[in-house]
């Protein structure tokens, strides 16, 4: 467990509702996602996830595939956005969390050391895919609370 932070520029992006299982769903769809030959990927597909505190185990994913420079989308393109930077400044990485039974597994895992370390954590993280060799590393951040202006 370390405490990292996380920056991409220039993203395609969407969101959707789903429950936390479905994850799977919406990397599906960035990945294939068509680009022109000028704009080529240059990151790996991540996504953040925020539980919905009026449904249980639902909430908002958000997708981004880093690109290499700008992108305007024609007003008919109404589900993806373009996204000039994601930054997260601080925040508790697991590596490879597949190694866990999954991600609640992996997330209470994170939320059990940020206890015991006195770190205040977001009701959120964000999950970035590493594609090798056709199998998915996961790192997972679990972004901190700003406790600057805590005495």
Known sequence: METRSLQFDHLITFQMRDVKENWLEGVKLLEDFPLNHEIYKNGPVFFSYEADSN??????????LPINEEVEFEEDVTDFAYLNQFRLERALLL????????????YNKIQTYAKAQNLPTEDSFICVLLEVYGEYMIDLYVPLKDRSGVQ
């Open 95 to 106: 590596r490879q969390a597949q190694d866990e039974v999954d991600f609640n597994a992996a």
């Open 55 to 64: 449904q249980e185990n639902e909430g908002i994913f958000t997708y981004y």
